[in-house]
Structure formats: C-alpha cells, structure tokens
C-alpha cells in the first residue's frame, strides 16, 4: 500500500498518515513504508483512530519489542507495555497531569533508550493540553561549525533523577524505591549522536534528564547543556502538538525532544503510551 502523506509543516519534520486505519493489522509493506515515513519525517500524526489497548500495542510491535516503564504505578494493570498518562488515573494507575512538563527525550537515562513512543489520546482538555516536540536534526544543523567541532567527541550524563538534582523538583515524577533506581544508573550518550537508520546527526541532550558533560566541570557541563536546551527550544524548531481524542501522534525520541503543556486540570486528559526499544546512541 502507499501511504498518504500530508505534511503539516514546512520542513520533513511532522507528517499526517490520512489512510491508514491502527485498527486493523499492517501488512509488511505498511509497516515498512512506516518505517520509512518515521525515518524521514521525525513524528507521524494519525487522526481519528478508535483503537483498543490491544491493537494500540500490537500496532506498536510493527516497530520493535516495547519497553517497560521502571515507574511500574503508571502502568495499566492488564497491559505493562501501556503507560496510562491520566490525570484522573485509570484502574488504580497514579493519576499524572502534566508529568511531562520540561523537555525531554523519553527514557534517555537508560543505556539503550527506546527509539520511539506512540501516544494515543482518549480524553483531551478543549484547550490547553498541547504537547511541544522540537526538531534535534535542525537544532543540530543550526549550530555553528565551532559549537559542531566543540560537541564532537563530548558525552552527557542522563539520570532519571536529574530533574530533581539539577531543577530541585521533579515535575510530577515520583521519587524510585531503591529497586527501581537499580533499573536506571546514571549513563552517558554523545551528546551529537548519528541516527541509525537516518544517518543524520541529531542533537542528544535534553532539560529533563542530562545532569551535566562528562570531562567538563558540573557548572561548565550544565551552563553548556542549558545553552543547548535553549537553543533547540527556539520556535523554529518546534511544532506544537493540539490533540483532538483519537490521535495517535508517532514520534522518533532518535531526533526529538518534547514538553508537555499545562491545562485547565478540571478537565479530564486520558493518553496512552507505548514505547519502542532502541539502540545504543552512537
Ligand atoms: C509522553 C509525554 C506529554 C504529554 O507521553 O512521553 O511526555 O503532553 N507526554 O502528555
Ligand atoms: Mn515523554
């Protein structure tokens, strides 16, 4: 099948899939041809979908095997590879609103973080609720040729508890049990990694869950991370995300970071996260 494709911004960056229906299983050559799209284009948006837990994750399994939350209260009972972001919580989950509010790239303080997440909206505020995604590709390419020759070589340390080392609040995040911060020492990536599949260059650092630069002086390391995080924030970069209930919004945590966005919180917000394995940023 040929995917229809509708770009929704000027750049490659974010692309509209108009016929494919999550519903029903992909063929191969779907799947491939989505792959593909992910590749070149960094997020895929699909509207209008009406899928149940099981078909959002056998959808997500054309893409990889799926990675299981270490915040294992968030996870819906009957469906681990499911992250219930709900702000009601949903069959006994912990109720998160705005837990992703800071940018970051999905679980990069693991050593092989997860190449992809799609997130599906059940119940959306009518207004407010946006999720921000920023283009690391550009971000990268934007950068001058002495900040390029700088970055090469550095590595940044990422933990899962940065946000609460380096901001002294961690969002909504519930602090570990000791046997969940054994999920997630602290690991270190390059700070420009190579996309795998892409063979672009892509900025890899991010607000949430970089504590500093490996080498460098934690104030130096962190003045550099935080001149980084502004600089791949400019609006240029970024595409913002208003969800309607039945989107399923397909990104590449390879080549992006996203935030999420406050809203009015008497209104209930209901999504579902699966996440995709990845590789080992080189
Ligand atoms: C996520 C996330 C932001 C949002 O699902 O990984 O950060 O707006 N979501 O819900
Ligand atoms: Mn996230």
């Known amino acids: 099948m040929t995917l229809s494709l509708k770009p929704m911004t000027t750049t490659s960056f974010v692309t509209e899939v108009v016929n494919v229906d999550l519903s029903q299983p992909v063929d191969a050559a779907t799947a491939s041809a989505l792959r593909a799209a992910?590749?070149?284009h960094s997020i895929l948006v699909f509207r209008g979908q009406t899928i149940d837990n099981?078909?959002?994750v056998?959808?997500?399994?054309n893409f990889g095997d799926l990675e299981i939350h270490?915040?294992?209260q968030y996870l819906l009972p009957d469906?681990?590879?499911?992250?219930?972001?709900?702000?009601?919580?949903e069959n006994g989950t912990t109720p998160i609103d705005n837990g992703g509010a800071y940018w970051h790239t999905d679980i990069s303080y693991k050593a092989k973080p997860p190449m992809g997440s799609l997130l599906y909206s059940l119940e959306v505020p009518p207004e407010g609720g946006d999720t921000l995604y920023a283009d690391m590709y550009a971000a990268y390419d934007a950068l001058s040729d002495a900040m390029k020759e700088n970055l090469e070589?550095?590595?940044?340390v990422h933990g899962y508890e940065a946000r609460f080392s380096r901001m002294g609040e961690g969002g909504k995040r519930p602090k570990l049990s000791a046997e969940q911060l054994a999920e997630v020492p602290e690991v270190t990536h390059p700070i420009v990694r190579t996309h795998p599949e892409s063979g672009r260059k892509a900025l890899y650092v991010n607000e949430g869950f970089t504590l500093g630069v490996e080498g460098l002086p934690l104030d130096e390391g962190?003045?550099?991370?935080?001149?980084?995080?502004?600089h791949a924030t400019q609006p240029q970069f970024i595409y913002a995300h208003h969800w309607r209930a039945g989107d399923l919004v397909f990104w590449d945590n390879r080549a992006t970071m996203h935030c999420a966005t406050d809203y009015d919180t008497r209104y209930a917000r209901t999504m579902h996260r699966t996440t995709i394995q990845g590789d080992i940023p080189v």
């Open 38 to 40: 992910i590749n070149q």
């Open 54 to 56: 099981d078909q959002h």
């Open 153 to 156: 070589g550095l590595r940044a």
């Open 222 to 230: 962190r003045d550099l991370l935080d001149a980084l995080n502004a």
């Open 70 to 72: 270490t915040v294992k």
């Open 79 to 89: 469906y681990p590879e499911i992250i219930a972001l709900a702000n009601r919580g």
């Open 58 to 61: 056998a959808f997500s399994r």
